[in-house]
């Protein structure tokens, strides 16, 4: 990959990283604006519940679709560390191969369902629901294009660095 192409990808994962914050900013911000307004006024207010689950399903699924490295995943690793680097190739390659399957099967059904959805609003701020839900969309299609990746270097890739979970690090 070009020199340019990878300033390019760095410069784009870390605005994403930003907008990841100022979504967990604005969670938080709403969450004190809730509490100070249900128990210091005792006046609660629902909009402030809605914007914290829209921003935490936005940020779960942004974050996921855009932000973590494949190597920063939670996974169950104690049986893929102990087999061989061909063993693992394979391992790569069927769960890459399970995940594009049933992601691009449900793919249509969940584009046709986000669609559907212009049709409701949230109670308080009266958001379309598919506008706030079209994030799930372009996760679907980030995990198929990831795994593809995946599934592609396990096959005719060089061998996977051994990763180090003491170095791994958040930012620059």
Not at 26 to 35: E, N
Not at 64 to 73: C, H, I, L, N, S
């Given at each position: 990959?070009?020199?340019?192409?990878?300033?390019?990808?760095a410069w784009?994962?870390?605005?994403?990283e930003?907008?990841?914050?100022?979504?967990?900013a604005?969670?938080?911000?709403?969450?004190?604006?809730?509490?100070v307004?249900?128990y210091?006024?005792?006046?609660?207010?629902?909009?402030?519940?809605?914007?914290s689950?829209?921003?935490?399903?936005?940020?779960?699924l942004f974050g996921?679709?855009?932000?973590?490295?494949?190597?920063?995943?939670i996974?169950?690793?104690?049986?893929?560390?102990t087999?061989?680097?061909r063993?693992?190739?394979?391992?790569?390659?069927?769960?890459?191969?399970?995940?594009?399957?049933?992601?691009?099967?449900?793919?249509?059904?969940?584009l046709?369902y986000?669609?559907?959805?212009?049709v409701?609003?949230?109670?308080y701020?009266?958001?379309?629901?598919?506008?706030?839900y079209?994030i799930?969309?372009?996760?679907?299609?980030?995990?198929?294009?990831?795994?593809?990746?995946?599934?592609?270097h396990?096959?005719?890739?060089?061998?996977?660095?051994?990763?180090?979970?003491?170095?791994?690090k958040?930012?620059?």
């Open positions: 990959m070009s020199s340019r192409l990878q300033q390019i990808g784009l994962h870390a605005r994403a930003n907008l990841l914050a100022a979504m967990l604005t969670m938080f911000v709403v969450f004190i604006i809730q509490i307004f249900r210091l006024l005792n006046f609660p207010i629902g909009w402030t519940h809605e914007i689950v829209i921003m935490w399903v936005w940020l779960v996921t679709a855009f932000v973590v490295r494949e190597y920063e995943e996974r169950f690793d104690l049986l893929y560390a087999v061989s680097e063993t693992r190739r394979i391992m790569v390659v069927v769960c890459a191969a399970t995940v594009v399957f049933f992601f691009t099967i449900s793919l249509p059904a969940v046709d986000i669609g559907f959805m212009k409701e609003r949230t109670a701020l009266k958001i379309r629901f598919d506008w706030l079209s799930y969309g372009l996760f679907a299609v980030a995990v198929i294009v990831r795994q593809l990746w995946l599934g592609y396990a096959i005719w890739g060089r061998p996977a660095e051994e990763i180090d979970v003491t170095k791994i958040s930012g620059f």
